[in-house]
């Protein structure tokens, strides 16, 4: 079998005010309709200067710890070179220096390998900005 690459780009809305969210099963979806039960990756990307993926739990705390923690390390605040925007919105663009704007995935069978409480999840603290873009590519 050949190798195949499959890629795809989803609108996404993450509203006007910071938030984690769950695109695990977008990722679940675009496996069925491509992956044909194959072996490989699946490298999430959102390209946008101010949002990331992270690969954490959901549901139990977790992703809202997240938030509170990149408030903490990431005031909206005046001290921000990166001045354009709400006040504090340079924030949002140190963010994927700290949440990567990606990840990359093991597909096993067509099936996104995650372990048992790990998402997919789109970090996202621009408020300025709530309308996104995801890629999703498969290589397998």
Same mark, same amino acid.
């Given at each position: 079998?050949?190798? /195949?690459?499959?890629? /795809?780009?989803?609108? !996404?809305? /993450?509203? =006007? %005010? *910071?938030?984690?969210?769950? $695109?695990?099963?977008?990722? @679940? &979806?675009? +496996?069925?309709?491509? &992956?044909?039960? %194959?072996d490989? +990756?699946?490298? !999430?990307?959102?390209? @946008?200067?101010?949002?990331?993926?992270?690969?954490? *739990?959901?549901?139990?705390?977790?992703?809202?710890?997240?938030?509170? $923690?990149? %408030? *903490?390390?990431? =005031?909206?605040?005046?001290?921000?070179? @990166?001045?354009?925007?709400?006040?504090? @919105?340079?924030?949002?663009?140190?963010l994927?220096? +700290?949440? #990567?704007?990606? &990840?990359?995935?093991?597909?096993?069978?067509?099936?996104? #390998?995650?372990?048992?409480?790990?998402?997919?999840?789109? $970090?996202? /603290?621009?408020?300025?900005?709530? *309308?996104?873009?995801?890629?999703?590519?498969?290589?397998?």
């Amino acid at each position: 079998m050949s190798d /195949t690459f499959r890629t /795809t780009t989803l609108d !996404v809305t /993450t509203g =006007p %005010r *910071e938030t984690a969210l769950d $695109i695990t099963d977008r990722c @679940h &979806a675009f +496996l069925r309709d491509v &992956a044909g039960g %194959r072996d490989g +990756l699946l490298n !999430v990307f959102v390209p @946008h200067a101010t949002a990331g993926i992270a690969v954490i *739990e959901t549901g139990s705390g977790s992703d809202d710890d997240l938030l509170a $923690i990149l %408030r *903490e390390l990431l =005031p909206a605040d005046d001290r921000w070179r @990166h001045r354009h925007g709400s006040p504090g @919105h340079g924030r949002d663009h140190v963010l994927p220096g +700290l949440v #990567a704007p990606h &990840a990359t995935l093991p597909v096993v069978g067509g099936q996104l #390998a995650l372990g048992t409480w790990q998402s997919v999840v789109l $970090i996202d /603290t621009n408020g300025d900005n709530p *309308e996104r873009t995801l890629r999703l590519s498969f290589f397998g």
